[in-house]
């Protein structure tokens, strides 16, 4: 799912005052057949759509986000709660999973006085099927806590593969999510799948800015 933009249900969206406009990307939605317009009569179709609308470019004269949050769903129970980034980390995520070009990745250097933070929202103990979701409220709780400076204090640790800091444990949000390692009830079962899904975050899959005049 690619979502660059403000991710809502279509419910939200127009109740917001908005409207659809060319460029929003509608998702469970279905079309009239003759007019290739969104069929609003189809209920249960309009109760379950979701919108992604673009942001426009800002303006080039405004100032870098003080933070930035990369919000996933991990399937595979290996990543944890949350994460600070690099801006390396930064960088192999938006061309793995936004799909963005090296050279795009490389301008991201302008965000070195911006905090990047990993949010999972999917499962723990396990892949999916066998694992749990994160609470909804324990995620609020970390993002509140970080919008709040609580991330000043905290103590990290690095989590072996991709090397993430993570923190200990985070004030007022309840204790004993944080590691995923020890959240699984085998740690030999954790460390095979953490292997396989670092080799797919580390490799490289995209030529660098340096090698793009060549290869055109």
Not at 55 to 66: F, Q, V, W, Y
Not at 157 to 167: C, D, K, Q, S, Y
Not at 176 to 203: I, Q, R, T, V
Request: include cysteine; glycine fraction near 8%.
């Amino acid at each position: 799912r690619l979502e660059r933009g403000c991710f809502t249900s279509l419910k939200s969206y127009l109740q917001s005052g908005l409207s659809l406009k060319y460029g929003d990307v509608v998702e469970g939605g279905r079309l009239d057949d003759l007019t290739r317009s969104l069929d609003f009569d189809a209920r249960h179709e309009a109760q379950n759509c979701f919108v992604s609308s673009s942001i426009p470019h800002p303006d080039r004269r405004a100032k870098l986000p003080r933070m930035i949050f990369f919000l996933c769903e991990d399937e595979t129970g290996v990543l944890p709660a949350v994460s600070k980034l690099s801006l390396k980390q930064v960088q192999v995520f938006s061309q793995k999973y936004l799909g963005l070009h090296a050279v795009q990745c490389e301008k991201l250097n302008k965000l070195k006085s911006t905090t990047c933070w990993l949010i999972n929202t999917g499962y723990y103990g396990g892949p999916v099927k066998i694992g749990k979701r994160f609470p909804l409220a324990f995620t609020k709780a970390c993002i509140h806590s970080i919008l709040s400076g609580g991330a000043d204090h905290y103590n990290y640790f690095e989590l072996p593969g991709p090397a993430l800091l993570v923190p200990h444990e985070i004030r007022g949000v309840r204790s004993g999510l944080f590691n995923p390692l020890e959240l699984w009830p085998e740690s030999s079962a954790y460390n095979k799948a953490m292997g396989a899904w670092s080799g797919f975050f580390l490799e490289e899959s995209a030529p660098k800015a340096s090698d793009l005049s060549q290869t055109l």
